[in-house]
């Protein structure tokens, strides 16, 4: 993926940041939608969300 002020970040990259999680299904943050085909199994469709990328270390 590319980040704004970071640049490209590869599958095994290491990366430094802040966020959350959420549990998608119970209760969605607004404004942000994922598709109900990449989100994961289980009931609560727990997510991890990325707010800020610090860092980056190459793999």
């Known amino acids: 993926?590319?980040?704004?002020?970071?640049g490209l970040v590869l599958?095994?990259?290491?990366?430094?940041?802040g966020g959350?999680?959420?549990t998608w299904r119970k209760d969605p943050p607004a404004?942000?939608?994922i598709p109900e085909?990449?989100?994961p199994?289980?009931?609560d469709?727990?997510?991890i969300i990325i707010g800020?990328?610090?860092e980056v270390k190459r793999a």
Do not use: R
Not at 11 to 17: A, M, P, Q, S, V
């Open 11 to 17: 599958e095994g990259d290491k990366i430094t940041g």
């Open 45 to 47: 469709g727990t997510v």
């Open 31 to 33: 404004g942000i939608k």
């Open 1 to 6: 993926m590319d980040v704004p002020g970071i």
């Open 52 to 54: 800020e990328v610090t």
């Open 20 to 22: 959350g999680a959420s």
């Open 41 to 43: 199994s289980g009931p």
């Open 37 to 39: 085909g990449c989100l």
